[in-house]
C-alpha cells in the first residue's frame, strides 16, 4: 500500500527539517492515538542519529501495544534544496506488525514565500488481503498526521547555532 502527503507548512524549511528528525515531533505528531517510549538506554536523543531505535508504541499514550524499531538514514543524492529522512523499520509485536515491510519517507523543501513544501510517502504491506483491510485506517491516521503537522508548524523555529547566544550578548 501507499500513502501520500503533501503539505505547505507555515514555517522554514529549516525548522521543518529540524522538527521532523526530532522525536518530540514525532510523538506531538501522532497523539492523542498514539504515543511511544523510547526501550534505548539513554532514550530519546534530540534528533534521530541515522540507525535503529527501540521503542514501545503506546494506544492513547498509556496501552503498550507493541515494539517497533525506527530504522533512520537519509538519503543523499536529492535534487537541490531537497532534503529527506527515511524510516526502514517497523514494528516488531503487537498488532502493527501485521506490516511486514515498512518505508517511510518524509522530504521538505524550501517555498519562494518562505514556507516549506513537505512530501511525505509511506509504502508499507501487510500481503494483498490484508493491505486492504489497512489501507483506510492507515490513510486515516496519515491525514490525522498531516492535520497535526499543520498545527505545529506555525510553532517551530530554526535558531542556528550561535544565534541565541548572539541575541543575548546584544541585550
Do not use: N
Amino acid at each position: 500500500m501507499r500513502v501520500l502527503l503533501k503539505l505547505t507548512l507555515d514555517c522554514d524549511a529549516d525548522a521543518a527539517w529540524r522538527a521532523i528528525r526530532s522525536p518530540a515531533v514525532l510523538r506531538e505528531v501522532v497523539a492523542p492515538w498514539l504515543d511511544f517510549e523510547s526501550l534505548e538506554a539513554g532514550g530519546f536523543p534530540a534528533t534521530w542519529p541515522e540507525g535503529a531505535h527501540r521503542l514501545r508504541a503506546l494506544a492513547f499514550g498509556t496501552a503498550p501495544i507493541g515494539e517497533e524499531v525506527i530504522d533512520v538514514s537519509y538519503p543523499g543524492g536529492l535534487p537541490p534544496g531537497v532534503r529527506m529522512l527515511r524510516d526502514g523499520g517497523g514494528a516488531l509485536t503487537g498488532p502493527l506488525s501485521a506490516f511486514r515491510t515498512w518505508d517511510h519517507r518524509m522530504a521538505v523543501s524550501a517555498l519562494p514565500d518562505g514556507r516549506t513544501l513537505y512530501r511525505d510517502q509511506l509504502r508499507a504491506s501487510a500481503g494483498p488481503v490484508l493491505d486492504a483491510l489497512l489501507w483506510y485506517p492507515t490513510w486515516a491516521f496519515w491525514q490525522w498526521r498531516g492535520v497535526r503537522l499543520r498545527q505545529l508548524a506555525p510553532t517551530w523555529a530554526f535558531d542556528p547555532p550561535g544565534t541565541a547566544d548572539a541575541a543575548r550578548a546584544v541585550a
